[in-house]
């Protein structure tokens, strides 16, 4: 049978086991977060004397450098795993969504810009483009920062397993229903809950009948395209893997 795990319970789970992770990461972060605020103050500069009196670039002002350094403070602030081994129909990874959702918040209010803003609002200009090119009328406030930094966790922090096929359909609606975003899909979510067996895996059997060799240049080609198991109607996904 199934058990449905209370609520109270799943928030204390989440807070006592997310929690502690989120705060080592936090404390992990908040260099890189001050120097790019650094970065970000002298490109402003740079860009006012630019404008004004059509000067060349500040000395040491790399652009690209600048914008890579951006993307490694998002990467390296979302770079928490989040897994159900037996999501069920994902009552605890909506709990962890919307919790790494509001602590992440609380969290960068401590830095009027960050690079985490300036990629929802590119996210949020990504959105309104796409929309306008299918000339549908979206009303920017209906995407808000909450809205797009939950399909963000979503997207880079939340996986699940389970072993029904009808769970895995449930969990999909389940953080569909918490993460809608007007214009922005979540066709990721196939690829991050699965259908499966998470306690003792796949069996040797199903391995050989998925796996496929052939070698490549003197190198061993497995492709894992098939599915892992034939009563499991979970998505395709292709993958290689290389042995010498």
Not at 6 to 20: A, Q, S
Not at 56 to 81: C, I, M, T, Y
Request: net charge positive; with cysteine; aromatic share 8%.
């Amino acid at each position: 049978g199934s058990y449905y795990t209370p609520d109270y319970i799943v928030k204390y789970i989440i807070e006592h086991t997310v929690g502690p992770v989120l705060k080592e990461k936090f404390e992990q972060v908040t260099p890189r977060l001050r120097e790019a605020q650094k970065a970000y103050r002298q490109r402003i500069r740079n860009n006012e004397a630019v404008r004004k009196q059509g000067n060349e670039p500040l000395p040491g002002h790399n652009p690209k450098l600048v914008a890579q350094s951006f993307r490694d403070a998002v990467d390296e602030l979302f770079d928490v795993k989040v897994l159900d081994p037996a999501m069920g129909s994902g009552h605890f990874l909506v709990e962890a969504v919307d919790f790494i959702t509001d602590k992440t918040i609380d969290f960068l209010n401590g830095f009027p810009w960050n690079p985490v803003t300036a990629t929802l609002n590119q996210t949020r200009d990504a959105i309104l483009g796409e929309m306008r090119k299918k000339e549908v009328n979206l009303n920017p406030a209906r995407l808000t920062d909450i809205n797009l930094l939950k399909r963000h966790v979503l997207k880079r922090c939340i996986y699940g397993v389970d072993l029904n096929p009808m769970a895995v359909e449930l969990a999909k609606v389940s953080l569909w229903l918490d993460c809608f975003t007007l214009g922005a899909p979540l066709s990721f979510l196939d690829h991050h809950l699965k259908c499966g067996n998470s306690l003792i895996g796949a069996k040797v059997a199903e391995v050989r009948r998925a796996v496929g060799e052939s070698t490549v240049k003197g190198h061993t080609q497995l492709d894992l395209s098939a599915p892992a198991s034939p009563a499991c109607s979970a998505p395709r996904r292709s993958c290689a893997a290389w042995a010498s």
